[in-house]
């Protein structure tokens, strides 16, 4: 069994920073592709960041140049920087991981249980 522990969102204003974190613990073997994706009210969620487990980063069109994604495999943690926020940034932000774990013959995706970003001045 593995777990996704995601930390650091709250309230920001506009063009403020939040940091998101996170850590997977478990029965891990290895971990693939991390992510990051948001679902606002009303809307599908969606792709914000994803990163390879070579560190090879990939972003949403609309988060290019204010997030960066990263990841340190020897805490098995993914993180968010998230820059010069915007209102519409406002979202629920879950955590992706894409595991394979002792015992298993191939990889799951498991999700953190998301965290609040609200970004209102």
Do not use: H
Not at 105 to 115: A, I
């Amino acid at each position: 069994q593995v777990q996704l522990a995601e930390s650091g969102g709250g309230l920001v204003q506009p063009g403020g920073s939040l940091r998101l974190s996170c850590a997977a613990s478990g029965s891990i073997f290895s971990i693939n592709d991390m992510g990051w994706y948001r679902q606002a009210p009303g809307k599908q969620r969606e792709l914000v960041a994803v990163i390879t487990n070579g560190g090879r980063a990939n972003y949403a069109d609309s988060v290019k140049g204010r997030f960066t994604i990263s990841r340190d495999n020897a805490k098995n943690t993914v993180y968010l920087q998230m820059n010069s926020l915007k209102p519409e940034d406002t979202a629920v932000y879950y955590c992706n991981a894409d595991v394979a774990s002792f015992g298993s013959t191939w990889s799951v995706d498991y999700w953190g249980q998301g965290t609040q970003v609200t970004v209102s001045s």
